[in-house]
């Protein structure tokens, strides 16, 4: 059984813009949290291992969120290119 195929059209042209701010959004948040467990958790004080770990950590969520959202964004360019072309 197969899906129907995605429209080639994206039916919200405003699709990008919010990819955008959400990209934005989610990493300005996990930098609040992160930033803040920093302070909370007393990371001055800890082993230089510790604080390491910690920041790979918080690059991997990091490039997470980008890769992501990067995805997300080149489809609805892709999308629109498309509907222009169509």
């Not at 919200?12 to 959400?22: I, S, Y």
């Not at 390491?52 to 990067?70: D, E, H, K, P, Q």
Request: aromatic residues 6%; glycine residues 8%.
């Amino acid at each position: 059984m197969s899906h129907a195929p995605r429209p080639v059209a994206d039916r919200d042209p405003g699709a990008l813009r919010r990819e955008v701010l959400v990209l934005v959004g989610l990493v300005l948040g996990a930098d609040a949290v992160f930033i803040a467990a920093y302070f909370l958790f007393h990371l001055t004080d800890r082993s230089p291992g510790a604080r390491l770990g910690f920041t790979a950590g918080w690059t991997v969520v990091t490039l997470a969120i980008a890769l992501r959202s990067l995805v997300r964004i080149r489809a609805a360019r892709l999308r629109a290119r498309g509907a222009r072309q169509a």
